[in-house]
Structure formats: structure tokens, C-alpha cells
């Protein structure tokens, strides 16, 4: 109690325009008391108005009051800073470079705590108390601090503008609105602003549920992210093991043709050591034979060399032929040669495939597809490079500029016998395989084309509708005529129509199982689009009819 007794001490000897303890307190004929240097600098802003006011009350007075020291309230002052009180305000009470400050403060400025939109004022809390306790007063429009109060102001009328023209969009005064905005729409200015307030609210509301779609949008993509981040790291394990394995088999087979190596170079080299052995003993033999012939053709006794002559003579039947016959020099040269053609059949499988593999890794679409693009350019970022695979051209086929053109020649071309050849239809499928988004271009040169997908997996031997492109549930294809086009599926026919263009442009969205083709001049025109299932990678194709050719374009 006796804290609130000297709190309200220090109110009574404040000064509600510096808000410090009274200096030279001055009590003016309204009952308002403040510094005497306070009230004069107040009254000095006022004397051009010749009426002057108090600062809380805002009575008015005529002529300007003289100024008398209140005695009593110095006194009360100085015995209040005996007790060591002060009755300035802590330092975040005054307002800064980025507040709003109250217009009624002398030198250091507190900050406001409302605007007063009739008063184009703005107060802090001491000064504001009389728009809480003169009647007056208590119809002002009080609202959070601003620093922009006189764009409330016509400039051309010095009015609040209290009005708004919806003709011109913009706030004007009640005398605009009788003036140069007569016969506009106009209405008060709350009434349009509660018009656009309910146009907040909607908007708000649209924006909190997209926010709140963002951020079911934002679970899923993490969700997206960790199903990522599983998959791969299963795949990269699954891999590393498939690849051990491998690893562990050509070790396996490796092993295996060194240990039969060499078991049957040992069987061999024991085989030609017996022999050889037997051999050195014939030949050890034969000498010690020879030497006694030898022996026996210097005896001078030519009846001793009759005698012993029978026995030593006879030689014994060899076991051996007389001369040893050798392969040809190969020895295990052939086992080689097989270790090689393994390599090279390895070798060519894995390029056949590590593009496939790689294609897979780099086109995981794990997001929804994305949209068609709209121009050639937004086309082309998908654009790949594509060649023609001649193990698939039919014979009548010439393959040129890179594998990239294909021609319909009168004669046969001499290619080599290879099962991936169609051997009736003129038709050739890409080397490169297509998944994810693709986009191509198909130069006509001549009469009648077929642009084509097809799977891996179509017929390639005959004349039956299995191996045409367009003419089974393998493939598609866009016939190109000079005026006109035709779309083929399961031996289905639709007519498109479309300019008529030398180039035809194909995009593939794989996963999302789009394919569409494009008339491409200096526009591009929509022929015709698939929305389909793709089951298995895609192989790009061309059928060429007779003095035609067909080439699939440069894009980079």
C-alpha cells in the first residue's frame, strides 16, 4: 500500500508533456499542473493560433494565462528527490529510430501507444489518457501507432479523407466526392473497407488451405525423399552383392580352368617323361651293345670272331617306332583362345546392357510426370541422341550419315545373317533404348514413312502382322504421307489430320506412358497422342517406303 501511496505521488508531480518529476511547477486554470519551461514552449507553438490549450484536457483559453510557480508542488517535488525516486521512464520507453513517437512529447520523445485518426496524432500512453477520459474525445478513431497519419489528408482539400471512389480506386474526402469525383461509385470508406475485408478473408482462406496442401505436399516429398534414400541404399547393397557374386563366379571359373590346366599338364609331361625315360634306357642299352661289336671287330682271331659273332649281331625289337611324331605346336593355346571368346561375348553383353542399366538409374521418376512441354525449345531439353541399330535393318535398308539415315534401295545390302534382322518389312529399330522422357525428330525425304515405337521383344522373321510396325500390341506408328497421316496400333487404322511437314517430332514421357507426335515447322502442331501403360523400355523405329528416305535429326 504504501508503494502505491508513492506511485501515485509521482504521478500527481509528473509532467505530462517531458514526463519527468516538475521543474518550476506551474498549475494552469484547468487544474493541470507541468514545468514552466514545458507549458511556455507549448503555448509558443500556440500563439500564431491565438488560442492556447492544455496539453490533456484541451480546454481553451483566451488570452494566454500567465504563468505563477505553484509553491506547494515544488516543495512536494523536492522532497521527493530526497526519497531517491525518479519518475523517469526506463530506457525501452522511449521511442527509437524505428518507432512511431508521440507528437505531444518534449525532448526525448516516448513511444506511442495508438494514433488518433481524427487528431492525425499520435500519443503515448500520459498523453493519450485524455482520449480515454474527455467525452469529447472517446469518438476518435484510435488505432496502432503510424508514422503515415497526413496520408489520411486530401491535398487537395485538407479533409480526412473519409470516402472512397471505386471509379478511380482511391481514398479522397467527403468534398472530392461533390467535387472532381461527382458521379463516381462511391461509398465511406469503412463500408469499403468491409467490403475488402471479406475479400481478405477469402483470400486468407485460400492461402491457409494452400498452406496446408504445401505442407501435405512437403510430407509426401519427405516421405518421397526417405522411400529414395530406402531404395537406394537396398539397391546399391542388392547390387554389391549380385556383383560379389559375379566377382565370386569368375574367380570360380578362373580357378577352375587353371586347376584343369594344370592337371592336365601334369598328365601330359608324366606321359612324355615315361616315355623319354624308356627311350634313355634303349639308348643306354644300344651303346653297351655297340661298344661290344666294337669290340668284337678288332679281334685278330678270326676263329673267335666267328664264334661270337652270332650272338652279339642279333639286335632286339624296339619297343618305340623309330621316330617320335609331335602335334602341331598349340599345346594349351586353344584353351586361351575359348578364355578369350569368353571375354568378347562378356564384353559385348555388358555394352549392350550397361546402358540400359545406366539409362534406368538416371531416369527414376519419382514425382508426378511433369507437363508436355509447350514449345520446341521446352522439347528439346529432352532431346537424345539416336541411332539405328543395323543388326535390325531389313536388307533392302541402307544405313548412313552415322547409322542415323535410313534408305529403301532397289537391291539387297549385304548384311550378315543376325536374328534381330527383320527379313519382309523395310523397317529398322534404334541401338539405344527409351525410358523415361525422350524427344526425337524424323526427317522425310520421298513419298510415304512410318515413325514408330516398338518394343524389344517384337517378331522380326516373316511377313505376318506380328512384325509390322503399327500392326500388333507392340508396337505404334504415325504413317507419313505427302497430305496426309494415319495412325496405326494393334492393326487398328485412325486418321489424323495435321499440316503437312517433312519433319515429325516424337516425345516420350515413359512412366507417365505418353507418346505423342508432332508436325514440326516453325511451329509444332499436335497429330496425334497415346495415353497408355508402357510395360517394358522402348526402341525407336522406321519404316521407309520405296525412293524414300527417313533420318533421325541432330538435335544438339
Known amino acids: 500500500m504504501a508503494q502505491k501511496e508513492v506511485q501515485l505521488d509521482r504521478e500527481t508531480i509528473s509532467c505530462s508533456i517531458c514526463l519527468d518529476l516538475l521543474k518550476d511547477p506551474v498549475t494552469i486554470h484547468c487544474g493541470h499542473s507541468y514545468c514552466m519551461n514545458c507549458i511556455k514552449d507549448h503555448w509558443d507553438r500556440e500563439d500564431e493560433k491565438e488560442i492556447h490549450s492544455c496539453p490533456q484536457c484541451r480546454q481553451t483559453f483566451t488570452p494566454r494565462p500567465a504563468l505563477v510557480k505553484n509553491t506547494m508542488l515544488a516543495v512536494l517535488v523536492e522532497e521527493l528527490k530526497k526519497t531517491g525516486l525518479q519518475a523517469a521512464p526506463a530506457d525501452h520507453c522511449y521511442a527509437g529510430?524505428?518507432?512511431?513517437?508521440?507528437?505531444?512529447?518534449?525532448?526525448?520523445?516516448?513511444?506511442?501507444?495508438?494514433?488518433?485518426?481524427?487528431?492525425?496524432?499520435?500519443?503515448?500512453?500520459?498523453?493519450?489518457?485524455?482520449?480515454?477520459?474527455?467525452?469529447?474525445?472517446?469518438?476518435?478513431?484510435?488505432?496502432?501507432?503510424?508514422?503515415?497519419?497526413?496520408?489520411?489528408?486530401?491535398?487537395?482539400?485538407?479533409?480526412?479523407?473519409?470516402?472512397?471512389?471505386?471509379?478511380?480506386?482511391?481514398?479522397?474526402?467527403?468534398?472530392?466526392?461533390?467535387?472532381?469525383?461527382?458521379g463516381h461509385d462511391t461509398v465511406t470508406?469503412?463500408?469499403?473497407?468491409?467490403?475488402?475485408?471479406?475479400?481478405?478473408?477469402?483470400?486468407?482462406?485460400?492461402?491457409?488451405?494452400?498452406?496446408?496442401?504445401?505442407?501435405?505436399?512437403?510430407?509426401?516429398?519427405?516421405?518421397e525423399v526417405e522411400a529414395i534414400n530406402g531404395s537406394a541404399d537396398k539397391t546399391?547393397?542388392?547390387?554389391?552383392?549380385?556383383?560379389?557374386?559375379?566377382?565370386?563366379?569368375?574367380?570360380?571359373?578362373?580357378?577352375?580352368?587353371?586347376?584343369?590346366v594344370r592337371s592336365q599338364q601334369e598328365t601330359e609331361v608324366s606321359l612324355v617323361k615315361e616315355l623319354q625315360e624308356k627311350l634313355e634306357q634303349e639308348i643306354t642299352e644300344l651303346k653297351r651293345k655297340d661298344a661290344e661289336l666294337k669290340k668284337l671287330s678288332h679281334t685278330e682271331d678270326h676263329n673267335q670272331f666267328l664264334h661270337?659273332?652270332?650272338?652279339?649281331?642279333?639286335?632286339?625289337?624296339?619297343?618305340?617306332?623309330?621316330?617320335?611324331?609331335?602335334r602341331p605346336l598349340k599345346y594349351f593355346e586353344d584353351v586361351t583362345a575359348a578364355v578369350s571368346e569368353v571375354r568378347d561375348k562378356l564384353q559385348e553383353f555388358l555394352r549392350e546392357t550397361w546402358t540400359n542399366i545406366l539409362l534406368t538409374v538416371t531416369e527414376v521418376d519419382v514425382l508426378l510426370s511433369q507437363s508436355e512441354p509447350e514449345t520446341r525449345a521446352g522439347f528439346l531439353r529432352y532431346s537424345r541422341e539416336i541411332t539405328l541399330d543395323p543388326n535390325t535393318a531389313n536388307t533392302y535398308l541402307l544405313l548412313s550419315e552415322g547409322n542415323r539415315r535410313a534408305t529403301r534401295m532397289e537391291d539387297e545390302q549385304?548384311?550378315?545373317?543376325?536374328?534381330?534382322?527383320?527379313?519382309?518389312?523395310?523397317?529398322?529399330?534404334?541401338?539405344?533404348?527409351?525410358?523415361?522422357h525422350c524427344y526425337w525428330e524424323v526427317e522425310r525425304r520421298g513419298d510415304r514413312v512410318g515413325v514408330a515405337v516398338a518394343y524389344k521383344n517384337i517378331s522380326r522373321a516373316g511377313r505376318s502382322n506380328e512384325c509390322s510396325f503399327g500392326w500388333n500390341d507392340k508396337s505404334w506408328s504415325l504413317d507419313c504421307n505427302n497430305d496426309s497421316?494415319?495412325?496405326?496400333?494393334?492393326?487398328?487404322?485412325?486418321?489424323?489430320?495435321?499440316?503437312?511437314?517433312?519433319?515429325?517430332?516424337?516425345?516420350l514421357d515413359h512412366s507417365a506412358g505418353i507418346l505423342s507426335f508432332y508436325s514440326v515447322s516453325e511451329t509444332m502442331t499436335l497429330l496425334h497422342?497415346?495415353?497408355?501403360?508402357?510395360?517394358?523400355?522402348?526402341?525407336?523405329?522406321?519404316?521407309?517406303?520405296?525412293?524414300?528416305?527417313?533420318?533421325?535429326?541432330?538435335?544438339?
Open 97 to 182: 529510430p524505428e518507432d512511431v513517437a508521440c507528437d505531444f512529447c518534449t525532448g526525448r520523445k516516448l513511444k506511442a501507444l495508438k494514433s488518433c485518426l481524427v487528431c492525425l496524432v499520435s500519443y503515448c500512453e500520459k498523453h493519450l489518457q485524455p482520449h480515454y477520459d474527455v467525452s469529447q474525445l472517446l469518438n476518435h478513431k484510435l488505432v496502432e501507432p503510424t508514422t503515415n497519419l497526413q496520408d489520411n489528408i486530401c491535398s487537395r482539400h485538407n479533409e480526412v479523407m473519409k470516402m472512397f471512389c471505386r471509379t478511380d480506386q482511391q481514398c479522397i474526402c467527403y468534398l472530392c466526392s461533390v467535387d472532381q469525383h461527382k
Open 236 to 260: 546399391v547393397e542388392d547390387s554389391e552383392k549380385i556383383f560379389t557374386e559375379l566377382i565370386r563366379l569368375m574367380e570360380k571359373r578362373r580357378s577352375d580352368v587353371k586347376r584343369q
Open 308 to 326: 661270337n659273332y652270332p650272338s652279339l649281331s642279333a639286335l632286339s625289337e624296339s619297343t618305340h617306332s623309330s621316330s617320335i611324331n609331335i
Open 414 to 436: 549385304s548384311y550378315s545373317s543376325h536374328p534381330d534382322r527383320f527379313t519382309y518389312w523395310e523397317q529398322v529399330l534404334s541401338r539405344e533404348s527409351l525410358t523415361g
Open 485 to 507: 497421316y494415319d495412325f496405326w496400333y494393334n492393326n487398328i487404322d485412325s486418321p489424323v489430320s495435321g499440316p503437312e511437314s517433312s519433319r515429325v517430332g516424337v516425345y
Open 189 to 223: 470508406a469503412a463500408a469499403e473497407r468491409t467490403e475488402r475485408q471479406r475479400e481478405l478473408e477469402v483470400s486468407r482462406q485460400n492461402i491457409q488451405q494452400r498452406i496446408q496442401d504445401r505442407e501435405e505436399d512437403v510430407k509426401v516429398l519427405q516421405q
Open 529 to 556: 497422342r497415346v495415353q497408355t501403360t508402357f510395360t517394358q523400355p522402348l526402341y525407336a523405329g522406321l519404316w521407309v517406303d520405296r525412293e524414300t528416305t527417313a533420318e533421325l535429326c541432330k538435335l544438339k
